[in-house]
């Protein structure tokens, strides 16, 4: 069985760095999409990066390109989203998934496996 359980998130101030985690188990591929999702408050879901397992590929989103970034530990199946220079447009929860689709990720391309979300809350 395919799980995927987030880890990390908090209370940070504007301007500073977060990094939690994505833990991945039961995965039966080498070569999957792992995509960062995040939901704002009254707000529906925005694709925010992505690694591709099998030749270590990314992609983010422009709204988060040059702070976040997205990497993998393979020996622990774990995967990371590191986020520098937080803004409060930030603040939101965020999900990992995988998705057999490559990104970007549009509404439309939700099936697949989701962790239970990590809350990310950016303070002045």
């Known amino acids: 069985e395919l799980q995927l359980v987030e880890a990390g998130g908090g209370l940070v101030q504007h301007g500073h760095s977060l990094r939690f985690t994505c833990a991945a188990s039961?995965?039966?591929?080498?070569?999957?999409?792992l995509h960062w999702s995040r939901q704002a408050p009254g707000m529906g879901l925005e694709w925010v990066s992505s690694?591709?397992?099998?030749?270590?590929?990314?992609a983010s989103a422009a709204s988060v390109k040059g702070r976040f970034t997205t990497t993998r530990d393979v020996t622990k199946n774990m995967m990371y989203l590191q986020m520098n220079n937080l803004k409060s447009e930030d603040t939101a929860l965020y999900y990992c998934?995988?998705?057999?689709?490559?990104?970007?990720?549009?509404?439309?391309?939700?099936?697949?496996?989701w962790g239970q979300g990590t809350q990310v809350t950016v303070s002045p």
């Open positions: 998934a995988k998705i057999a689709r490559m990104p970007p990720l549009t509404p439309s391309m939700l099936m697949g496996v």
């Open positions: 690694f591709y397992t099998g030749d270590g590929n990314t």
């Open positions: 039961g995965f039966t591929s080498s070569g999957v999409w």
